[in-house]
C-alpha cells in the first residue's frame, strides 16, 4: 500500500528521505535539541559536525564537537547517535544538543537542510517509528496522550497505553477470534463437501466471552476521557448565591469577581485545579433567574449549555435564605435536566455561617443526597467539596487494569461489538457460513484498526497531523 499524506511526500519519497526538525519549544532556552532520522542522518551530520567521525562511533554514545558553516563555528555541541533498529524511529537518528539561542538554532536546521535533509511533518518521526513496527498505532497516539497529559492519572493511563497494556489486550482478543475465522473460511473452501471445522457452540461460547471484553472496555470510556481531558464540573445556582466565591475558594486565587450585585457574573468563568492527580476543570456560570438583560440572558443560557456539557453539577444554594419548598423545586429541576445523563449532582449548602442555628439549615436538607455544608467565603469545608468529587470519579473506575482514552478507539470497540452482536444472532438462527464470516471479518477489521493491523490513508494522516513537529 502506498501511503500518501497532505503534509508529507509520497511514501515512495519518503522512505528515503532524512528529515529534520527542531524537538524542544520554539524560542529563549537553556539548550535545544534538533533531531535527524533517516538513512543519511549520520552522514548529513558528519557533514557540519567537527569533532570524531560519527560514522565510525558505536549507538547511543554522546560525542562532543562544534557544528561549522565552512570555516565558521555556529555553536558547541553534543551530539548523540541512534543507529537503525535501535532508534526510536527504527532508522538512524542523530540528536543534536545546541545552546537555546533562536539564530542557533534557525542556522543549524537550515545547513541540515542545505547538507540535504528535508523538514519533517507534525508527527513524522513517531509515523515512523509505527512505519517501522517500533510502535503500534494506539501506541502511536499515546505518544501525543503523554505530553499532552496535566495530572498524575492521566500520565499513567497514558504511559501504560504507550507501553503496549491496551493494544496487548485488543491483540490477545483479535488472534481468539482469527482462529475460528480461519476455520469457517476453510469450511467455504470445502462448501460442496457440507464440511464443519469450526464447532458451532465453541464459537458462540467464545464470541460470547470476547463481547463481555469489549463491553467492559468501552465501559471504560466514560472514566477514560475525563481523566484525559479533564473532569468538567459545572458550578450553578440563583445569582448571589457565591458561586464566583467558591470558585475562587477552590483555586485559592481571586479567579472571578465577587460582588453583592445580583447577576456579576455574565459569562462562563473556566479554570482548572489538580486533586489527588486528577484534573478538574471547574466552570462558574451565570445565574440562574428571570431576569430582562439581554446581556445576563445569553449568560444564562450558556449555563445551561455547561451544564449540560459537565460531568458532575455543583448546585449553589444559600443555606440562611432559601426554603425547604425553594430548595426541593430547584434541586428536581435540576434532576429533570440531567435525568438519563451520567451527571452525578452534588448540593452546596452555603453560607452556613450567616445561618440562625445548625439545626434549622440541616432541617431544610433533611432527605436530600449529597449534601455538603460550607462557607465558601470563610473557605470553611471547602475540602470536602474536594474529596467528594475525588470521590465520584474513583467511583467510575473499573477494576480491569485496562481503560479506554481514545474517542477513535471507542468507536472501534463499539463496532466490533456490533458485529459481535450480529456473529452470536447469526448463530441463533444457523445462518451459513459465508454470513458468519462475513460478520467474523468486521470485527476483526475494526479491532485492527485500532492497533493499526489495518491501515488507511486517511487515518494515519488524520491521527499523526494533530501531532507537534519534532515528533
Do not use: W
Not at 160 to 181: P, T, W
Not at 400 to 410: I, K, L
Amino acid at each position: 500500500m502506498t501511503f500518501v499524506f497532505n503534509t508529507f511526500a509520497p511514501m515512495s519519497q519518503y522512505s528515503s528521505a532524512t528529515i529534520c526538525a527542531l524537538a524542544t519549544a520554539p524560542g529563549i532556552g537553556a539548550i535545544a535539541i534538533i533531531r535527524l532520522s533517516g538513512e543519511k542522518a549520520i552522514e548529513i551530520c558528519n557533514t557540519v559536525f567537527k569533532g570524531k567521525d560519527l560514522a565510525q562511533v558505536d549507538t547511543h554514545t554522546v560525542h562532543f564537537g562544534t557544528i561549522r558553516d565552512g570555516d565558521k563555528i555556529i555553536d558547541e555541541v553534543l551530539v548523540s547517535i541512534f543507529k537503525g533498529k535501535q532508534s526510536f524511529t527504527g532508522e538512524n537518528s542523530v540528536e543534536i544538543s545546541t545552546h537555546g539561542s533562536p539564530y542557533i538554532q534557525q542556522k543549524v536546521i537550515q545547513l541540515l537542510l542545505k547538507n540535504g535533509a528535508q523538514s519533517a511533518g507534525p508527527g513524522e518521526f513517531t509515523l515512523r517509528a509505527f512505519l517501522n513496527g517500533k510502535l503500534d498505532l494506539s501506541q502511536a497516539e499515546a505518544v501525543a496522550d503523554v505530553i499532552a497529559a496535566n495530572s498524575e492519572t492521566s500520565h499513567e493511563l497514558a504511559m501504560s497505553q504507550m507501553r503496549g497494556g491496551f493494544s496487548n489486550e485488543i491483540k490477545k482478543l483479535r488472534e481468539q477470534l482469527i482462529h475460528f475465522a480461519s476455520l469457517i473460511e476453510l469450511e467455504l473452501d470445502f462448501g460442496e463437501e457440507d464440511v464443519e471445522f469450526a464447532d458451532r457452540d465453541d464459537l458462540k461460547k467464545l464470541v460470547t466471552q470476547l463481547n463481555n471484553a469489549l463491553i467492559s472496555l468501552i465501559k471504560s470510556f466514560d472514566y477514560g476521557n475525563v481523566i484525559k481531558s479533564g473532569v468538567p464540573v459545572a458550578i450553578i445556582g440563583e445569582p448571589n448565591v457565591g458561586k464566583s466565591t467558591l470558585l475562587n475558594a477552590l483555586l485559592n486565587e481571586e479567579r472571578a469577581i465577587v460582588s453583592d450585585i445580583a447577576g456579576t457574573t455574565r459569562d462562563v468563568i473556566e479554570d482548572e485545579i489538580i486533586i489527588d492527580g486528577i484534573s478538574f476543570r471547574f466552570i462558574d456560570t451565570a445565574g440562574i433567574r428571570e431576569t430582562t438583560d439581554t446581556i445576563e440572558s445569553l449568560g444564562i443560557e450558556k449555563t445551561f449549555e455547561k451544564l449540560d456539557q459537565a460531568s458532575i453539577v455543583l448546585l449553589l444554594v444559600d443555606a440562611a435564605e432559601i426554603t425547604r419548598k425553594q430548595l426541593i423545586t430547584d434541586v428536581q429541576k435540576i434532576k429533570d435536566r440531567i435525568e438519563g445523563q451520567n451527571k452525578r449532582l452534588i448540593i452546596i449548602a452555603n453560607k452556613v455561617d450567616m445561618a440562625d442555628s445548625k439545626v434549622a439549615i440541616e432541617s431544610k436538607f433533611e432527605d436530600i443526597e449529597h449534601v455538603i455544608y460550607i462557607s465558601a467565603k470563610q473557605k470553611d469545608n471547602v475540602v470536602a467539596i474536594e474529596k467528594t468529587l475525588f470521590k465520584f470519579v474513583q467511583s467510575g473506575a473499573l477494576n480491569n487494569d485496562v481503560v479506554v482514552t481514545n474517542v477513535r478507539h471507542f468507536e472501534a470497540l463499539t463496532k466490533a461489538h456490533e458485529a459481535l452482536i450480529k456473529v452470536l444472532e447469526g448463530l441463533d438462527v444457523n445462518i451459513t457460513g459465508d454470513f458468519l464470516a462475513m460478520d467474523i471479518r468486521q470485527a476483526l477489521h475494526f479491532l485492527g484498526e485500532i492497533t493499526g493491523e489495518i491501515t488507511t490513508d486517511d487515518l494515519l494522516d488524520n491521527i499523526f497531523s494533530k501531532f507537534c513537529i519534532g515528533k
